[in-house]
Nanobody, 121 residues
Framework: QVQLVESGGGLVQPGGSLRLSCAAS????????MGWYRQAPGKQRELVAVISSGGRTNYAESVKGRFTISRDNAKNTVHLQMNSLKPQDTAVYYCEMKAFIGTWSNGGEYWGQGTQVTVSS
């Protein structure tokens, strides 16, 4: 079993900052990619940022220069520092992980339950 637990969401004013964290636990052999996705009401889930085990990052155009993703490989944690937040950043943010669990033949994609981020004055 694998569990991803997100924290750090909340209500913030436009221009403010939040830091999301996600901790993965369970019988994890190896984690490849970790990332953050978001889903706003009435919209499809979209990629926000991902980071490889080697530290290579990829960001959605809409968050470049404002958000920073980082990870701690030893702790299987990933963080998303969000600055200069805008109302259009309002969404449920989901942590995602591609990893091998239990055995090397058991690779898969795993998701957290999501944390709400609301940007409003």
């Amino acid at each position: 079993q694998v569990q991803l637990v997100e924290s750090g969401g909340g209500l913030v004013q436009p221009g403010g900052s939040l830091r999301l964290s996600c901790a993965a636990s369970g019988s994890i052999l190896s984690v490849n990619v970790m990332g953050w996705y978001r889903q706003a009401p009435g919209k499809q889930r979209e990629l926000v940022a991902v980071i490889s085990s080697g530290g290579r990052t990829n960001y959605a155009e809409s968050v470049k220069g404002r958000f920073t993703i980082s990870r701690d490989n030893a702790k299987n944690t990933v963080h998303l520092q969000m600055n200069s937040l805008k109302p259009q950043d309002t969404a449920v943010y989901y942590c995602e992980m591609k990893a091998f669990i239990g055995t090397w033949s058991n690779g898969g994609e795993y998701w957290g339950q999501g944390t709400q981020v609301t940007v409003s004055s």
